[in-house]
């Protein structure tokens, strides 16, 4: 086996022999593990360098857990639904069906270069109506248990896509997808409501094993909080305005209110002097997203000439209209306590309104405040909570209010119900059927999927309304209940819906009466390893969340969290940082760099650029270093073949600690390190080889299994080489297990020092006794050592110090 390495041979050889004999097999008896990508989105890009990380990554693990013992759960499909690829569609003038289909065989291709352990088998396609049969099952069930209903409310807007988007689609100010500036429209939207499941969402992450930063961005999202509602009577109405707030203890401090500019009673409140002001102030808010009127700066507003009743001292307090209060958030109206909230603060100085300290450090009040005190202390000019430590009254006063018919003990969430709606043609048909006489039907299960219609014209209409809308032959039906004349709903569903579901129909992807059997369901899932990015943290992890959460509480499944544990990979970036993009004309192709280093250099270098939790600037010419890495460690392998190398003591401390590093790194994720790691036992084993004449059977055996998951070719080259007839992920032996004997030194250093101060180091054996030790010491110190020795310390493996005097 002399021959030099050719990847492209090896290469080829080895992905028909795994295609006709595939070597993750389920033979019934070996635990299973399921590992699971993000699905990608087929876009007409195809793969960059980027997207290939990932797919390594999960790769990697499941080749890892298959030598490991396992039958290892590992599928691929397609999020083929929704915005992106509908985008991509209208972008080059071809149907979306077409375009999709098309770009889906491609990405299918690139993968396949990856020779991932893929079970396609058990492939699944969001577009493919015995898929999405499924997700119009699951909304008719959430439609049957009061979670999915229909509202007409301001929905963000995005003038591009021409359709509305969940908030969770909204990033600083513009659409996730087109990075449009987003604006509101008022619509009537299918909402599922996802307020339901709020604590537990919360609760739950408790028991996940994923990134603490994912955990906290979900928890925030959600943002639970405690606090009171407290009703408001309008002066000369016979209205009240709610509010909650979680500084109820702060109620005397309340010199003004606002209320989010469409309220439902923010017009109603302007007075015949600000009705002019109050409706041009309404129209321009909503123009507006909500990103941006939290990011604002600078506060604007518009007094409605209304006031209401403080309910604690029965002051008036008049009522203004702001932008940075948002409706769907609490009650969308506030009180404002100005001198205790630094927004409050800076509007009141703004619009010179009363400012009136209820908390001080000591219980005094400022004569002049220059900035809003938020700090804890103690109440004033709060009547009988004078005195009291403003925490413990924040506690208590809640309760206090209620006892008092004043307000009542609540808690509220940022989290808002999810719009569900999408106008626009490239989705899951909404299955519902509007009928006069009995209102909003669901469609009959049996009568499931309710198929997307061929049309020629896909494009959105910007009107609000759904390309379906003008398909009457479509639209036009029967209601299932009354048999009368009713109509389709026409809108469709966001590209989230397939995917908040999707993992658990790759074990049971042909099953044609139910979602997933329940056989399946109990042998097969949840998820125990899920490899993404975490731009998904807040959207695809939460909805996955609930939807898990509702089928568990319906019976398809036993467990109510989807995925055990979660490994975020960071993004490959192009020059100085810059995400990879077509428009910005920094992809990387894959393609090329297979063809001229081969497959498994490319894996070895994909994770060799940087931690893989951590983003990291793409440059090629590192992989140079990889690819001699792998010609070295050929050569040191097939070199050693067919020779009776006799392992010697050095090769056996290599072994074990080849074996023990790379495990240690591998199973804490720190994939970069693993592959330094092999490029420096590989220099040790070259070393030792030059002086033995080679390196023993074993020993390279363990390197090759070990370097398996990340080189699979190249290895299951050598190991077959070696006389081996299985393949080396299917070896009986697994996953190579190291000696303790073989990790300790054979010899130390140990610092000798006189008086505390260092004068040289010796070399000693690990097992050395205290006396030989004392001994070598003084004779290393030699004339250094003078005067009376008062005590001689040894601290075991460390240093020895000689005490003089």
Same mark, same amino acid.
């Given at each position: ?572 970036? #192009? ?8 428009? &910005? *004309?920094?992809? $990387?192709?894959?393609? +090329?760099?297979? /063809? @001229? ?125 070696? #006389? ?8 009986? &032996? *697994?996953?190579? $297990?190291?000696?303790? +004997?073989?990790? /300790? @030194? ?60």
């Amino acid at each position: 086996m002399s021959s030099p390495y050719n990847h492209k041979e090896i290469e080829k050889k080895w992905k028909k022999q795994w295609e006709e004999r595939p070597i993750n097999e389920n033979d019934g008896q070996k635990p299973k593990y399921y590992c699971l990508d993000m699905f990608p989105y087929p876009s007409g890009s195809g793969l960059h360098v980027g997207h290939w990380r990932g797919y390594v990554i999960s790769d990697v693990w499941s080749r890892y857990k298959l030598i490991k013992g396992y039958y290892v759960i590992h599928p691929m499909g397609w999020d083929a639904f929704g915005l992106p690829a509908e985008n991509y569609a209208i972008k080059m003038q071809v149907h979306p069906k077409k375009s999709t289909a098309e770009n889906i065989q491609n990405i299918r291709r690139q993968i396949k270069e990856i020779s991932a352990i893929y079970d396609w088998d058990m492939e699944v396609d969001t577009t493919d109506p015995d898929f999405y049969k499924w997700t119009q099952w699951i909304f008719v069930k959430m439609f049957k248990a009061g979670l999915a209903y229909e509202k007409e409310m301001p929905i963000n807007w995005c003038p591009s896509c021409k359709t509305g988007l969940a908030n969770e689609e909204v990033v600083n100010g513009t659409c996730e997808r087109c990075g449009e500036e987003v604006t509101k429209k008022n619509l009537k939207q299918w909402m599922l409501k996802i307020t339901a499941y709020a604590d537990r969402l919360l609760d739950d992450l408790d028991k996940l094993d994923w990134p603490e930063k994912v955990r906290k961005m979900q928890a925030d999202w959600i943002g639970k909080s405690y606090g009171a509602e407290v009703d408001f009577k309008i002066d000369g109405k016979n209205d009240a305005i709610s509010v909650y707030t979680t500084r109820p203890d702060t109620l005397y401090g309340a010199t003004f209110m606002v209320l989010a500019p469409e309220h439902e009673m923010a017009a109603g409140l302007a007075t015949e002097e600000t009705r002019g002001a109050v409706e041009d102030y309404i129209f321009k808010s909503s123009m507006k997203s909500s990103v941006d009127r939290l990011q604002d700066k600078e506060k604007t507003g518009v007094f409605t000439g209304s006031y209401a009743v403080n309910p604690v001292n029965n002051v008036k307090i008049p009522i203004w209209l702001s932008d940075y209060v948002l409706a769907d958030y609490g009650t969308g109206a506030i009180m404002c306590v100005p001198a205790h909230d630094e927004r409050d603060f800076e509007f009141a100085t703004k619009f010179s309104i009363p400012i009136v300290q209820v908390i001080s450090k000591d219980g005094r009040e400022n004569p002049k405040l220059d900035e809003a005190y938020t700090a804890p202390g103690i109440m004033l000019n709060s009547e009988d909570f004078n005195g009291l430590n403003s925490e413990d009254a924040k506690r208590d006063v809640p309760g206090i209010l209620e006892e008092r018919g004043i307000g009542k003990k609540t808690v509220n969430y940022k989290l808002r119900d999810w719009v569900f709606s999408r106008q626009r043609y490239w989705g899951e048909p909404i299955p519902i059927i509007h009928c006069e006489h009995c209102g909003n039907v669901a469609v009959p299960e049996n009568q499931l999927p309710v198929l997307l219609p061929e049309v020629e014209s896909y494009q959105p209409t910007g009107t609000g309304e759904s390309p379906l809308s003008a398909i009457d032959e479509w639209v036009n039906t029967t209601c299932p209940e009354c048999g009368g004349p009713a109509k389709r709903e026409t809108n469709t569903m966001p590209q989230w819906a397939g995917s908040s579901w999707y993992f658990l129909r790759y074990v049971d992807n042909k099953n044609q009466d139910a979602l997933v059997s329940k056989e399946k369901a109990d042998k097969y899932l949840p998820v125990d390893m899920y490899i993404g990015g975490v731009e998904h943290a807040v959207l695809h992890l939460l909805y996955s969340r609930f939807y898990t959460k509702f089928l568990n509480d319906i019976g398809v499944v036993d467990f109510d969290e989807p995925f055990q544990k979660l490994f975020n990979q960071g993004m490959i970036t #192009g020059k100085n940082g810059i995400k990879m993009s077509k428009s &910005k *004309g920094n992809v $990387v192709s894959p393609d +090329e760099l297979v /063809k @001229d280093y081969g497959c498994d250099s490319l894996r070895m270098y994909e994770l060799f650029v940087g931690p893989p939790d951590l983003d990291s600037e793409w440059d090629e010419r590192g992989i140079e270093g990889v690819y001699r890495f792998m010609n070295r460690f050929w050569k040191l392998a097939s070199d050693s073949v067919g020779k009776n190398i006799k392992p010697t003591k050095e090769m056996l401390k290599i072994r074990n600690r080849m074996v023990y590093d790379i495990t240690q790194r591998l199973e804490s994720f720190s994939l970069n390190t693993v592959i330094s790691g092999f490029m420096e036992y590989n220099n040790k084993m070259i070393d030792l080889a030059k002086t033995t004449g080679g390196i023993d059977k074993e020993t390279l055996e363990a390197a090759i299994t070990l370097l398996s998951p990340f080189a699979p070719h190249i290895c299951e080259e050598l190991w077959a080489a070696f #006389g081996n007839k299985e393949s080396v992920f299917k070896q009986e &032996k *697994g996953w190579p $297990v190291y000696a303790e +004997e073989y990790l /300790k @030194d054979d010899e130390i250093g140990v610092a000798v020092q006189i008086n505390g101060k260092t004068k040289t180091v010796i070399e000693i054996p690990a097992d050395m006794a205290k006396d030989d030790v004392l001994i070598k010491a003084k004779e290393s110190l030699g004339d250094k050592l003078t005067g009376s020795i008062v005590k001689e310390i040894y601290v075991p493996g460390k240093i020895v110090n000689i005490v003089v005097k």
